[in-house]
Every structure is written in C-alpha cells, then in structure tokens.
C-alpha cells in the first residue's frame, strides 16, 4: 500500500504565516495548540508543542513507548485537565470548559479510536455504531448500513463483536467514531492489536472515510513503517 500517494490534505506550521490566533482565521482550523505542555510529578513529556489540523489534513504523532502519545491524545479530546497551553477545536478554547459544555461538544466535533475497539458485547455491529446517534438524538441505520458497507462489512452488521475478526472489529469502531461526521478524529495507536495486513485495511480505510467524511485525522502511532509517507510530528 502506498500512503504517500494518497491524498493527505495540506501540512502547515503552526505561526508559517505569522497570523495571530482566534478571530476569523480559526474557523479554517479544525484543531490548534498552543504551547501546550505536560509533566508528570516524575517526568516532562512535551514542551512548546504547536499544532495546527485544517479540514481534511492527515498528520501522525510518532514517538516510542512511553513518550507521551496517549497522554497527548487524552489533552486533545479533552478527557485530561491542561497543564500549561491551550487547545482550541475551531473557534472554541477548550480550557476554561465545563464537563458538560465539553460533553456535549465533543460528541458532535469528535471521533475517537483506540487500540482497544470498545464495541458493547451485547449490540450488534449495526447497533454499536448508533450508539453516537442514540447520545446525538441522529439515529439513522441506512447511515450506518452505508458505513458499514464503506468498509466492507455490510455483511456483517448483524453480527455481535465475539464473532467478528478484530480487523473487522475495528472497522465498526472506526466507522462509529465516524458516525456522526466530526471534524475531527483522533486515533491512539488504532492498529496496534492488528497483524500488519490487517493494520494496512484498517488504517487505509480509516483514511479514506475520514477524507470522504471531510474529517481532519490525528494518528498517534509508534509504528514507522506503518505510516511510511504521511505528515509526521515526534515526541520522545
Ligand atoms: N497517571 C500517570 N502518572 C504518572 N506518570 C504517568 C501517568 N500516566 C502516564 N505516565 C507516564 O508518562 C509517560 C507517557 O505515557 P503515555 O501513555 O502517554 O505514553 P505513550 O507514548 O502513549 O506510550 P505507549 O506507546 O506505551 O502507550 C510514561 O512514562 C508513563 O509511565
């Protein structure tokens, strides 16, 4: 599979052009840090780190274990109280935002995955990804029929997760993190219990949704290989 052939939106530094922060310019701006920083009592995982994600830009977080991604992930969704810095989703800064204000705009401007697919046992395939519309009051299962069908899994929409593969299981949490058409995606390390064929599928796929979708995607890998050819920033 060639990543670097596919279309990855565009890649640009945060301050290339010297404009200042907020205002008009940020509703181009799905995602924005600003001298974000975190430490734990026993170690400082990143300082200064500057971001911005427009509509439709791919950019992954590479680094190796222990180097702050999850952490960083958990800042940018919200689900971690700031330290020093400011993240901003479009024109809203997060700091400052209560649990429920955030709640509630997350469930409209975000998607998450995570290594672990998180389906709900008991529900079908089809099920699991209304779950976002049940939360939003947008419950539509042609929309997520369709979905599934994107990623190949129409066939198994009324199937529970214990007979699924996990490649398959992922495609679902993919496509529920998708669901609700949020500008952005954040995913933590979404093909780490994945063989790499399946890796491959998955992360193509997620790709591709995600660009159809208009989504703006932040990858947080420790896998080189895997994204070989897309916009990278390190930690550690
Ligand atoms: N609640 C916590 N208290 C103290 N230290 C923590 C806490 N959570 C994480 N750490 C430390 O912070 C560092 C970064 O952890 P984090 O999980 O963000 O890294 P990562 O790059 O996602 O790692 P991995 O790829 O192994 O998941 C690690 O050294 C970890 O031990």
């Known amino acids: 599979m060639n990543l670097a052939a596919r279309s990855v939106g565009s890649y640009r530094v945060l301050g290339r052009w010297g404009v200042p922060s907020g205002g008009w310019y940020a509703l181009g ?36 274990s222990g180097s702050g991604k999850t952490t960083l992930i958990h ?14 989703w479009g024109a809203t800064n997060l700091r400052g935002l209560g ?21 709900m ?7 699991n990804v209304l ?46 993190a998708l669901y609700l ?7 933590d390390e979404p093909t780490g219990s994945l063989d790499r064929r399946n890796a ?3 992360l193509a796929l997620m790709l591709e949704l995600s660009h159809d979708l208009g989504a703006a995607v932040l990858l947080a890998t420790h896998d080189e290989h895997l994204v070989q050819g897309l916009p990278e920033l390190r930690l550690g």
């Not at 800042?75 to 901003?88: D, P, S, T």
């Not at 649990?99 to 389906?119: K, M, N």
């Not at 976002?132 to 009324?158: K, N």
């Open 29 to 64: 701006v799905v995602l924005r840090t600003v001298h974000l920083a975190y430490r734990y009592p026993e170690v400082e995982l990143f300082r200064n780190f500057n971001l911005e994600l427009s509509p439709g830009d791919v950019r992954v977080i590479l680094g190796p």
């Open 75 to 88: 800042l940018l969704a919200g689900l971690l109280a700031l330290q020093e810095g400011e993240v901003w």
């Open 99 to 119: 649990e429920e204000a955030l709640a509630r705009l997350r469930l409209g401007y975000l998607g998450l995955v995570f290594q672990h697919h998180y389906l």
């Open 121 to 127: 046992p008991e529900l079908t395939a089809l099920e």
């Open 131 to 176: 779950v976002p519309g049940y939360l939003a009051g947008r419950v539509d299962p042609a929309w997520g029929l369709e979905l599934l069908r994107r990623v190949g899994l129409a066939d198994r929409a009324r199937l529970r997760p214990q007979a699924l593969s996990g490649g398959e299981r992922q495609r679902v949490a993919v496509v529920r």
């Open 181 to 187: 058409r949020p500008k952005l995606l954040l995913a």
């Open 200 to 202: 491959e599928r998955v």
